[in-house]
């Protein structure tokens, strides 16, 4: 796991900007804390999050744009390999939990 800094929280806004996608903090009514502006690369992050916050958000980003590694310099490169690698074990930890939730509820289910 890494930790939720504002050095962090740079590196990542660097990957952005590498992926030629502006990020703006800016007030407004997000449902998830964030909007991406259609074709534009705009990312617009609710500017009363704290750090940890705006970098949950920009992952959940990252999780769903398209990276092409070979456009970014060498160490955003690796940072982005890490940081993947994290959001992937994140995901396996979701799922595992979800999957038990689910059967919890399904035995609860049966046994009524």
Known sequence: ??????????KIEELFSELK???RYERGNFQSGYCIVE?????????FFDT????N????????IRVEEHSLTEK?????????KLMDQDQEVTDTKESKEETIVESEVKNA
Do not use: D, P, Q
Not at 39 to 47: E, P, Q, S, Y
Not at 52 to 55: G, M, N
Not at 57 to 64: A, P
Not at 76 to 84: D, V
């Open 52 to 55: 940890e916050a705006r970098i």
């Open 76 to 84: 955003t490169a690796a940072f982005y390999k890490k940081l993947s």
């Open 57 to 64: 958000c920009l992952l959940e980003i990252l999780g769903t």
């Open 1 to 10: 796991m890494f930790k939720y800094t504002k050095y962090t929280l740079k």
């Open 21 to 23: 996608y502006t990020i």
């Open 39 to 47: 074709n534009r690369r705009i990312a617009v992050i609710n500017k």
